[in-house]
């Protein structure tokens, strides 16, 4: 199991699937059924992990930041870093 499925798992009973996971980043109306987790997901993951599932599953930053502007709520001043960071990848591609 990745680091990253850990972090979007973390503490939470109803455990998510690292398909599962990328189809919802990728954007699938799948990931309307697990906002908790995508909501921790963003707020948790370290910038080195993220870049290596981004990099292992074939993820852009503009796939990922349609999903976070997508979350019901935002996932906190944590999730910030992630957005800037995204930000910045998706300038440079």
Known sequence: MSLALCTANNGWRRQLD???LVR???GSPER???PLHLDQFFAEVSLPV???FMARHGLTATEL???LDALPDA???SAER???WLDEQHRTT
Do not use: H
């Open 65 to 67: 930041l349609a999903v």
């Open 32 to 34: 309307l059924d697990w």
């Open 75 to 77: 996932p906190g001043p």
């Open 82 to 84: 992630i957005r800037a």
């Open 24 to 26: 919802c980043l990728k």
């Open 50 to 52: 993220l870049d290596r």
């Open 18 to 20: 690292e398909a599962t």
